[in-house]
Nanobody, 129 residues
Framework: QVQLVESGGGLVQPGGSLRLSCATS????????IGWFRQAPGKEREGVSC????????KYADSVEGRFTISTENAKNTVYLQMNDLKPEDTAVYYC??????????????????????WGQGTQVTVSS
């Protein structure tokens, strides 16, 4: 059973940092792209970042480029989102999701949520002074 569990959210002041974790189970990371998404109140869900561990390809939304970093720890089947220089507009529920690749394990990841099959429950990030 494919499962993704996010953790690491919380309240942080502007300029601060958080590291989100996405613990995965029930599948092998090499057969999935992993994406991080977020949804703020009253807004549509936004693709923040994604990664393909086979080719190392990563993508970021313009709004987080240079501040957020996606990475993996394969031995722990965990994907991280390091978030630095946080801003109030980063406040949202953050989700990780998995996109099945089948045999196309080198396929570039996408920030389009339509491609993702499995989702975690989300973790709240609030940036406020």
């Amino acid at each position: 059973q494919v499962q993704l569990v996010e953790s690491g959210g919380g309240l942080v002041q502007p300029g601060g940092s958080l590291r989100l974790s996405c613990a995965t189970s029930g599948f092998t990371l090499m057969y999935y792209n992993i994406g991080w998404f977020r949804q703020a109140p009253g807004k549509e869900r936004e693709g923040v970042s994604c990664i393909n561990i086979n080719n190392g390809g990563k993508k970021y939304a313009d709004s987080v480029e240079g501040r957020f970093t996606i990475s993996t720890e394969n031995a722990k089947n965990t994907v991280y989102l390091q978030m630095n220089d946080l801003k109030p507009e980063d406040t949202a529920v953050y989700y990780c999701a998995a996109e099945g690749l089948g045999l196309q394990i080198w396929r570039q990841c996408t920030r389009s949520e339509r491609e993702y099959d499995h989702w975690g429950q989300g973790t709240q990030v609030t940036v406020s002074s």
